[in-house]
């Protein structure tokens, strides 16, 4: 095992728009003694993981960037996965981050010396790093969601989950089960189902699916964006307070009310079959659940050599999936669209802070933070995207916010005046006491499960408010919040 030897200013674990951006913000800062620590071989987080046919943005691309750097010449209104690894490529030239970036080397653990104040992270190539703070920015969409499903270890097709796509798949002629109806499928199922001989897509809730604006700019506009940074910045403005009204639907059960009857009445435009009418058509109240923004999947799914499977899954056997009413769906082909785990927040390394106690022992509740980015025990330690902070506005607003707070945190060690700075356990117990009273009166918890909450119940993922409430809790940075140490 090498050491490196020094202690770095920042260590950052990710490279997607949470490690980049913390990245830039440090070098402007004037702090360029950081590394970012990346698994996999290139930078963009989820874009660069997910290469399924069809991936793009469900938030607009003009509010899907940062705000210092906006001048990109976006090709759509909802970037597709190139658009965005290209914006990605435009960043990491134009601010040099790239030499900071190991690709190839994900953490395998990280102990904190409260002697010193150091972070000690050892990687699975087996580099020995330090670092006065540790800043997680691997996000909620990391670790794919995979069912278990009796009998796959005798399925003779192909399986696979749609963040681990084959490019060399080919669906012509394949008779293809995709399980789940998310946002994923809503995306490749579109781009597969004309080729396939046959498509059983396994719905377990139908989501409530809204249209989407896809057609690209044209030359004209897109000549006036690059012109006029002022347009840019007012489309912007646009964009964010629309989505901003969308957290009105866990405050206004008429407005709740209102986006349930369109989405259905979305549906019964989309769909000419009655009974798979019936079949997607939610029942739930709208907001409980993700929404899904595609102006094609529902169309795809209304395909004639398309079933939508309701029932739920008993078992594989080797060529069929068979269902708990006894009915065998024959199948050559899995795809699984079932999303990820994010309420399994950094469960991808071990994580060991004060008195030896783990990360994953502190949550064995569910994870919790402080603004959801700092937890008690686990002194400069900050998280990018942790718990709780997933707002109705793009989240690189939400990133961008947290960023601004890390920064003053990492400036105040080094400037060495501080060894540790700890989030006092009472800041963080009231904090989150306040946030799940809030989180039981919106939608999220009207009585269905999602990928929001634990198996428990405790909603794990979300803000309790409009994007802008994140920003007025977290713009000032207040010492008396934390326990420090000199």
């Known amino acids: 095992m090498t050491a490196a030897s020094g202690v770095r200013q920042a260590l950052i674990i990710g490279a997607g728009f949470g490690g980049v951006g913390m990245a830039i913000r440090l070098k402007r800062a004037g702090i360029d003694d950081f590394i970012i620590l990346e698994r996999a071989d290139g930078a963009g987080g989820v874009w660069h993981a997910n290469r399924y046919p069809g991936a793009a943005c469900d938030v607009e691309s003009h509010l899907y960037s940062y705000s210092f750097e906006t001048n990109f010449d976006w090709e759509r209104p909802h970037g597709t996965r190139s658009e965005i690894l290209r914006y990605f490529d435009h960043c990491l030239r134009k601010y040099a981050i790239a030499p900071h970036i190991r690709f190839n080397t994900p953490v395998e653990a990280a102990t904190f010396d409260e002697d010193q104040g150091i972070w000690t992270v050892q990687t699975k190539t087996g580099e020995t790093l330090r670092a006065r703070a540790l800043i997680s920015a691997i996000g909620l969409f990391n670790t794919p969601a995979i069912p278990k499903l009796a009998g796959i270890e005798q399925f003779e097709g192909e399986a696979f989950h749609s963040a681990a796509w084959d490019e060399d798949f080919d669906p012509r002629g394949r008779r293809i089960a995709v399980i789940g109806t998310g946002c994923s499928a809503a ?185 959801g980015m700092t937890v008690n025990g686990f002194p400069n330690f900050f998280m990018i995207y942790g718990p709780n902070t997933n707002a109705p506005a793009s989240i690189i607003y939400i990133i961008e916010c947290q960023i601004d707070y890390i920064l003053k945190c990492v400036q105040a060690l080094a400037r060495g005046k501080l060894r540790q700075m700890n989030v006092a356990a009472e800041t963080q117990t009231t904090f989150n006491v306040d946030l799940q009273k809030q989180l039981r009166s919106t939608a999220w918890a009207s009585g269905c499960m999602s990928y929001f909450m634990t198996a428990a119940g405790k909603i794990v993922t979300q803000w309790p408010g409009a994007s802008r409430s994140y920003w007025l809790r977290t713009r000032r940075l207040n010492m008396k919040d934390y326990q420090t140490t000199r």
Do not use: M
């Not at 019936?278 to 595609?294: E, I, M």
């Not at 065998?328 to 469960?347: A, E, K, Q, W």
């Open 187 to 371: 995306q490749f199922v579109p781009e597969i189902v004309e080729r396939a001989a046959r498509l059983a897509v396994f719905q377990r809730t139908p989501a409530f699916v809204g249209p989407k604006a896809e057609a690209a700019f044209t030359p004209a506009q897109r000549r006036l964006y690059r012109l006029l940074p002022i347009l840019r910045r007012f489309d912007r403005l646009s964009i964010f307070r629309r989505y901003e009204q969308l957290f009105r639907i866990h405050e206004d059960p008429a407005f709740r009310a209102a986006r349930g009857e369109d989405a259905r009445a979305f549906v019964a435009a989309q769909v000419s079959n009655p009974y798979k009418r019936q079949q997607l058509t939610p029942t739930y109240d709208a907001g409980c659940k993700r929404g899904v923004r595609s102006g094609h999947f529902l169309k795809a799914l209304d395909r004639d050599h398309v079933d939508v499977v309701t029932t739920p899954i008993a078992r594989v056997h080797a060529d069929a999936i068979q269902t708990t009413d006894g009915v065998r769906h024959p199948v050559d082909t899995i795809i699984y669209g079932t999303g990820f785990t994010p309420s399994d927040y950094l469960s991808t390394f071990r994580l060991q802070g004060l008195g030896g106690i783990t990360l994953s022992e502190a949550w064995k509740e569910g994870p919790e933070a402080y603004l």
